[in-house]
């Protein structure tokens, strides 16, 4: 089995997301324990975003260039093709995914490659799998103390149900601007919550 984690924060493994992953991938190696790990590092600002060419090849019947971005993508799309398992970890931005994430997306999610378009719109080309997306937040964004909108969940099951990935589960830790013992709370509820998930979890 091969487990793919996307890692998204410019805090690299010092973010709370990392730090959920860390927990998601825990179970995951626990219920297989021969599983390969796959870390792709986003966060950094490794992944350019798209250029001209993959552009304009976009709207085009062909694949004009396989250079340049189209070749990062063509790469990026192996990877998570050859994954049994997606890990996504993720700071929330102003209410949506951050620009890194978003940079993932768009070399992933890819016409003629990663989805089709017919005359009943667009259909997915990958096999479905087990996505986890591990999110943190400096606000709440659900539950009774909500605060603030939430377009990064919405956005995500949009977005990779294109391509065919529709078993989405998210866990998040909220509030991490209210200070440690916010961010203490949101940790041992979301480890309640792994903990009940898991428990029952098969591949």
Partial sequence: MKILRVSCSPRGQASESYRLSQRIVGFLLKSEPTATLIDRVVGDG????IDAPYAVSQHSSVDMSQEGSASCS????????????VVIATPMHNFTVPS????????VVRVRRTFNVSPEG????????????????GGRYSGERA?????LTPYLKAVL????LH?????SVQGAAFGPDAVAEA????????????????L
Avoid at 122 to 137: E, T
Avoid at 187 to 202: C, P, V
């Fill in 122 to 137: 667009k259909i997915g080309m990958l096999r479905d799998r087990p996505v986890f997306v591990a999110v943190s937040s």
């Fill in 147 to 151: 605060r603030q909108p939430d377009f």
């Fill in 187 to 202: 940790r041992t509820r979301t480890d309640q919550a792994l903990q009940n998930y898991f428990s029952s979890f098969r």
């Fill in 74 to 85: 063509n790469e990026l799309i192996r990877e998570l093709e050859s994954s049994d398992v």
């Fill in 46 to 49: 490794a992944i350019a975003h």
């Fill in 100 to 107: 890194t994430l978003k940079a993932w997306i768009d070399h």
């Fill in 161 to 164: 149900g294109i391509i065919g």
């Fill in 167 to 171: 078993d989405l589960t998210f866990f």
